[in-house]
């Protein structure tokens, strides 16, 4: 008997324990009776349980809860097509929440890998509506934000749709499809190419120009030199010839003298030089009378 007590006591301690469930702060819960949602039995509203200790039915009732914290919805870029039939990458995000539980259950299934999927499709609607009326240059030069704005106003559906507040829908980057960026930057490095080139070439013929003109004064100041150089190497021989003359005016025989002995420094300067002259030639007459004074 004893035992029986404490089995029963125990059970009710499981049930006990089994009937309480708490809801967390930033979360909502939905009770489930036999895998039907419980509603309130005077509205026939779907009961949507807040933060807090609440009581439900062991066995029979379970309990989903939900997160009701601000969600983020940033997936990968989109492509868009603009007024002038150009195509735009797109990377935005979206800042939602569940504000009607009960609504956003029947619409989702409590999945919020649906609910994204069917809140991106109405945001990327907005989108696509706002990038198609304009062109990039006016997407560029300013209108993000108005974009924005309306695709958050044609998102703002979604509250009666699926139960969601879109709170904020932003655009992080817009850019080129990369094969339109590839042939883009092909053609920009083609231009760069180009113009290296003509800047190259044009380098070029200032450095012709430029060579050819120090060539000419190169020329033109060896021919200078040249010129002075044959001026003072004339002026030099008339003035060597002058003293020349004069010592041959002021002493014939000294200067023939002279002139002999350079002809003998020159002729015997090196000892294999081979001369073929006559005994009794008069280049030998200096030499003979010395050997004469000797004897």
Do not use: C
Not at 141 to 152: P, V
Not at 257 to 280: H, I
Request: aromatic fraction near 8%; proline fraction near 2%.
């Amino acid at each position: 008997m004893k035992n029986f007590l404490i089995a029963i006591l125990a059970l009710l301690a499981v049930l006990t324990v089994s009937a309480v469930f708490v809801v967390s702060e930033g979360e909502r819960g939905i009770v489930f009776q036999f895998k039907k949602i419980k509603r309130d039995s005077a509205t026939g509203e779907m009961l949507v349980f807040e933060p807090g200790l609440h009581f439900k039915l062991p066995l029979v009732e379970s309990v989903r809860k939900f997160d009701a914290r601000i969600q983020t919805l940033d997936e990968a870029p989109d492509r868009f097509v603009t007024a002038e039939k150009k195509d735009l990458m797109v990377d935005s995000f979206v800042k939602w929440r569940i504000v009607d539980f009960s609504t956003y259950y029947l619409r989702t299934s409590g999945s919020i890998e649906n609910a994204q999927a069917l809140l991106k499709q109405k945001v990327n609607n907005g989108l696509r509506t706002e990038f198609g009326a304009r062109t990039i240059k006016e997407i560029v030069s300013g209108d993000r934000d108005a974009i924005m704005s309306k695709a958050q106003e044609s998102a703002a559906s979604s509250q009666d749709d699926l139960g969601i507040e879109v709170i904020d829908v932003r655009i992080k980057a817009i850019n080129l499809p990369t094969e339109v960026s590839n042939s883009i930057y092909e053609r920009m490095r083609a231009e760069r190419t180009a113009v290296a080139k003509e800047h190259r070439s044009q380098g070029q013929e200032q450095s012709e120009i430029i060579r050819a003109t120090i060539d000419a004064k190169v020329t033109v100041m060896l021919a200078t030199a040249q010129k002075e150089a044959l001026e003072i190497r004339g002026e030099g021989d008339a003035l060597a010839a002058k003293v020349y003359a004069d010592s041959y005016k002021k002493d014939p025989e000294f200067f023939n003298f002279f002139r002999s002995l350079e002809a003998y420094e020159k002729s015997f300067n090196s000892k294999s030089d081979v001369m073929v002259v006559k005994p009794d030639s008069d280049f030998f007459h200096y030499l003979k009378d010395s050997a004469k004074a000797g004897k």
